[in-house]
């Protein structure tokens, strides 16, 4: 292999990382105009298209595809080799790319920043928030996020939080106006607001568990006048009494216990494995990603479980 190819494989793959050579430019320090003549060279002496370029978006060719994804895992662990000369003298640093949803980053991790930052100050973070769990070290990310424990090859998974369930909820307003569900079927007499997914556009159906050991687990669809895919507003809907929503209890923990919002359904609530962090086995974990795995561990001990 030609030497001299590996600068601009590695801006390579922060062009398509960033999907723009303005933001690629701005991160690396260069120039956008010699960011876009390196590409081109690159491109030249390759034999091959990488990106499709418009003026006002880009894309991978399918080679362009290829070519990053045998890139990534490469360049993180020339990444990790160099951080690992600076943190001889003991103080971590580096960054940690963490692929999570919305609801883990507000629930896990936003929480905690302000800890680990005073702890380990070398190391930074970049949330990328997205719905699906992907290819962690093909997407350029270190660890995942994500509600369950599912493993692939090569990836560990770490639980984060303690086992939860979903709840059914709604404001005191709603159930004085429409009364209780006593069981779900009586969900159909029910204003509920829909989730949908952002990756899938599928609506969620809600979970639940027959009452007595050993329940069966069934899901059940629902309907209302409000969907969203956005389990912020979802909430502040339901505070509002606009409908019932489902979500994972610790999501809504704080208004369950001032009492504006009131779950129910509880007997028939389907419990879940709780939250993991997925990551690289320990045998390739650089320490950033596995001071940040400690710390979260240590913070889970002090998570109150149901």
């Not at 070519?67 to 490469?74: G, N």
């Not at 560990?156 to 307003?173: E, F, K, N, R, W």
Request: net charge neutral; hydrophobic share 40%; aromatic share 6%.
């Amino acid at each position: 292999m030609n030497p001299s190819l590996l600068p601009s494989l590695a801006w390579f793959a922060r062009i398509a990382h960033h999907r723009s050579f303005t933001r690629a430019a701005a991160e690396m320090g260069v120039s956008r105009a010699a960011l876009s003549q390196n590409l081109k060279t690159l491109e030249r002496e390759l034999g091959t298209r990488l990106l499709y370029r418009t003026t006002r978006d880009m894309a991978l060719t399918e080679a362009g595809q290829r070519l990053l994804d045998s890139l990534q895992p490469a360049l993180r662990q020339i990444e990790y080799a160099l951080h690992g000369l600076g943190d001889a003298d003991g103080a971590v640093s580096g960054l940690v790319r963490i692929n999570t949803t919305r609801l883990a980053a507000r629930t896990l991790i936003e929480p905690q920043l302000a800890g680990f930052h005073a702890r380990h100050p070398g190391v930074r973070l970049e949330l990328v928030m997205a719905d699906a769990l992907s290819n962690i070290i093909a997407d350029g990310c270190d660890v995942g996020i994500r509600l369950g424990r599912s493993l692939a090859g090569h990836v560990v998974a770490v639980p984060l939080s303690p086992p939860v369930s979903m709840a059914v909820v709604g404001a005191p307003a709603y159930f004085a106006r429409h009364g209780v569900p006593d069981t779900p079927a009586d969900l159909a007499g029910h204003d509920c607001i829909n989730y949908r997914y952002p990756g899938t556009g599928a609506l969620h159906d809600w979970d639940f568990r027959e009452p007595g050991t050993g329940g069966r687990h069934f899901t059940q669809a629902v309907s209302g006048k409000l969907t969203t895919n956005d389990d912020e507003g979802m909430t502040r809907m339901a505070l509002q009494g606009l409908g019932l929503i489902q979500i994972v209890d610790i999501a809504v923990r704080r208004q369950l216990a001032d009492g504006s919002l009131v779950q129910v359904l509880r007997d028939w609530r389907h419990e879940d494995t709780g939250f993991y962090l997925y990551s690289p086995a320990r045998e390739h974990m650089p320490p950033a990603v596995r001071v940040l795995l400690d710390f979260l561990v240590e913070r889970r001990e002090t998570m109150p479980s149901r």
